[in-house]
């Protein structure tokens, strides 16, 4: 059963940091592109940061600068790096996998983990 868990989601105050990370069983990503996305209560999800196979990442305007992807294939697992974190980017952070490409379109996704809570607040 392919299934992807995220983690490191939690309280942090403005100008902090975080890491996601999100784990892979039952399959390997080594052939797959990894998204991360965000959506905040209601507002629609929105692509953050991906990765493909071969290493090549996109961010959303919003976070260039501050947020970095990563993969670790030996761990079958993937990363984001948050910094600099504003009140804005609270919202649940889920990561998604496609075949190789990356793509910052939630629909281009089919297999989703099941979210991790980041809320930045004082």
């Known amino acids: 059963q392919l299934q992807l868990v995220e983690s490191g989601g939690g309280l942090v105050q403005p100008g902090g940091s975080l890491r996601l990370s999100c784990a892979a069983s039952g399959f390997t990503l080594n052939y797959y592109a990894i998204g991360w996305f965000r959506q905040a209560p209601g507002k629609e999800r929105e692509g953050v940061s991906c990765?493909?196979?071969?290493?090549?990442?996109k961010y959303a305007d919003s976070v260039k600068g501050r947020f970095t992807i990563s993969r670790d294939n030996a761990k079958n697992t993937a990363y984001l790096q948050m910094n600099s974190l504003k009140p804005e980017d609270t919202a649940v952070y889920y990561c998604?996998?496609?075949?190789?490409?990356?793509?910052?379109?939630?629909?281009?996704?089919?297999?989703w983990g099941q979210g991790t809570q980041v809320t930045v607040s004082s």
């Open positions: 998604a996998v496609r075949w190789r490409t990356c793509s910052l379109g939630a629909y281009e996704y089919d297999t």
């Open positions: 990765i493909s196979t071969g290493g090549i990442t």
